[in-house]
């Protein structure tokens, strides 16, 4: 199991920028697949990005590509999702999410229920 704690939300404008982090521990150097979800009021939770924690594949959803970059630092064991360009749609709950079942299918990177642990997510609000 991987506890993983996020951090670096908070109120934006629109156009602005925020950094998200999620820092893992537990069994960190077995976790295949990292993500980042999101879930506004009265919507379901939907996928935001993706990263292959060995070898650094990444995976974005449309509504977020050219914006969001997700990265990893190994020696840190932390996931940071950067946001620019936000938008007011933008504002959600985040969730870091962490699996280490293997799996190489688009569909297992981008599905919440691909996946087994997850944080207690962070507040980001982006007003116009």
């Known amino acids: 199991q991987v506890r993983l704690v996020e951090s670096g939300g908070g109120l934006v404008q629109a156009g602005g920028s925020l950094r998200l982090s999620c820092a893992a521990s537990g069994r960190t150097f077995s976790s295949y697949r990292m993500g980042w979800f999101r879930q506004a009021p009265g919507k379901e939770r939907e996928f935001v990005a993706a990263?292959?924690?060995?070898?650094?594949?990444?995976y974005y959803a449309d509504s977020v590509k050219g914006r969001f970059t997700i990265s990893k630092d190994n020696a840190k064991n932390t996931v940071y999702l950067q946001m620019n360009s936000l938008k007011p749609e933008d504002t959600a709950v985040y969730y870091c999410a962490a699996t280490t079942t293997y799996a190489k299918s688009t569909y297992a990177y981008t599905t919440h229920a691909a996946y087994d642990d997850w944080g207690q997510g962070t507040q980001v609000t982006v007003s116009s």
């Open positions: 990263i292959n924690w060995r070898g650094g594949t990444t």
